[in-house]
């Protein structure tokens, strides 16, 4: 029988992250000494108290239902939370959680585009960004960036990307992959840009914003004139390894908010009762209770650098946020190895991943293709083991 399923599906990617992690799994079954540094997902439990709340939800029969954006007392909770965090007023109303901040993108670029209207992309950026503007039947446009410019656009590369078909663009920082934080000075230079564009809307995508190594968060829609066209999305993934619980959410105009309301509620509904109740509880605590995650992933990055400094042709910068690595690895491409002719970055991910039993993923994914990502959301020792390998690998 031919194909039947829809262009949609048919046009859509499948997630380079998520593929190279199922390979992974697939060589650790085969019996491989697999060390996989390819998802963002920290290594951590999910803390005490969080789970000791979810707990006492399950107890106290929290079982039907939730409203789709969200219980009103979630919704409370993630208003202080911006206010105390990002200086950002928002009321309940102009709050909607999601199952993971990915369907709160989901629902932003689906209520806001229409076929055929541009998305800038400031690359590297996230693998799942493309593949969901493609899905809307919208197109995207790449800025591209290098790690000669610590991965991040200008100010003049942001206007001559702007057409009239310009309609959102997506900022994130923290940066997955790159690590890369814009500053408060950057944002705004990037701000009079968009000042001249009142039909241009922001996604400020800040899923990582605790996890920062100096340079502090800076929230894109506390820029004066940018809140009323910025929509902020969050989530409890990575700063309170929740990755599995499922918990995102967006701070917007009410507009937007009600649309992503209504577009959820024929997908999903509400999200998971319990993790909304866990939820309640790590945003209420004060940032300190997971600072000890920063610190070790703060370590972590220091301790790639100067392994990965050490290794002929991988160029690295110094990432202020996230937990990953973005060596440029371009000096291999034309080189054979082991037997193996370097291409690209997707040829070098599997040359680690097949003679080195290390598992990465290829900056093709994020815009970016003379890059691999490396996650060091791992143990020091595993981190150090990999190292070794790729070093003994490429010598």
């Known amino acids: 029988m031919s194909n039947q399923l829809s262009d949609r599906i048919n046009s859509l990617p499948v997630s380079q992250t998520l593929a ?51 219980y009103a007392d979630l919704r409370e909770s993630i208003c202080c939370k911006f206010k105390r965090d990002n200086n950002l007023n928002y009321t309940p109303n102009q709050i909607v959680v999601s199952t993971g901040a990915k369907q709160s993108i989901a629902n932003l670029v689906m209520v806001l585009l229409n076929p055929g209207d541009e998305v800038l992309l400031p690359a590297p950026y996230w693998v799942s960004y493309s593949a969901l503007v493609t899905l809307a039947e919208a197109k995207y446009i790449e800025i591209p960036s290098s790690i000669e410019t610590n991965f991040k ?41 968009l000042e001249k564009y ?106 790639m650098i100067d392994l990965l400094s050490k290794i002929e042709g991988i160029k690295t ?34 040359l680690l991943l097949e003679k080195a039993n290390i598992a990465t993923v290829t900056g093709d994914a994020f815009g970016a293709p003379d890059c691999i990502r490396i996650s060091y959301a791992a143990s020091q020792e595993n981190l150090i083991e990999a190292v070794k390998r790729i070093a003994k690998v490429l010598a």
């Not at 996989?36 to 107890?59: C, M, Q, R, V, Y």
């Not at 309170?240 to 105009?253: E, H, K, S, V």
Request: glycine share 6%; hydrophobic share 40%.
């Open 20 to 70: 190279m992690a199922a390979k992974a799994r697939e060589l650790k079954e085969q019996g491989k000494d697999i060390i996989s540094l390819s998802l963002g997902e920290p290594d951590f439990n999910t803390p005490d108290f969080i789970k000791d709340a979810a707990i006492d939800a399950i107890n106290e029969n929290y079982n039907s239902y939730s409203p789709v954006n969200g």
């Open 153 to 193: 656009i200008t100010p003049a590369q942001l206007e001559a990307a702007i057409t009239p078909k310009t309609k959102l663009i997506f900022f994130n920082s923290p940066n997955n992959p790159s690590g890369t934080v814009y500053t408060e000075s950057e944002f705004r230079a990037l701000a009079k840009v």
């Open 198 to 303: 009142p039909n241009i809307y922001i996604l400020s995508d800040e899923i990582y914003e605790h996890i920062n190594y100096g340079t502090p968060n800076f929230s894109f829609a506390a820029i004066e004139n940018m809140y009323d066209r910025t929509i902020t999305v969050n989530g409890v993934a990575k700063a309170f390894a929740m990755t599995g619980w499922r918990i995102g959410y967006i701070g917007a105009p009410e507009w937007i908010a009600k649309a992503c309301n209504k577009m959820q509620g024929q997908i999903t509904s509400g999200a998971n009762c319990i993790a909304q109740r866990a939820t309640i509880a790590a945003l209420d605590a004060p940032v300190s209770k997971i600072q000890y995650m920063v610190d070790e992933f703060q370590t972590r990055r220091d301790l």
């Open 317 to 350: 910068n110094v990432p202020e946020g996230a937990f990953y690595i973005f060596p440029d690895v371009s000096f291999y491409f034309g080189k054979t190895i082991q037997g193996k002719t370097i291409e690209n970055a997707s040829d070098f991910a599997m």
